[in-house]
């Protein structure tokens, strides 16, 4: 339409449905910007899965584990070793894709 309207908010839904290009800020400073789907392409994983129960990973003993995998056959190393009770399987969402990315921006 040739039209540029600069939308600033803390709604990441919001944000997906509504913008097709996206510029997400830390402290001011851009740490990724592009479509929702190239963001998404960006980041190289596809799903958020939060696994529940006895998690043993070497010597370690979790309730609760969250990964970011893009292939589901990658939380099948957990079924051998733990006693789950619960797991949760979404496709990220901006806002996953937001804290991910600010997490390793602060590092």
Known sequence: MGKTIVLTAHEMPLVERACDRIMLLNNGKKILEGSPI???E???WRYKVVIKGKIYEGNEKRERKTLYITNLGEIAQYFNNSNLYEIEIEPISLEDLYMK???GDEK
Do not use: D, N, Q, T
């Open 38 to 40: 190239s963001l998404f």
């Open 42 to 44: 960006k980041v190289g």
């Open 101 to 103: 990315a600010i997490e």
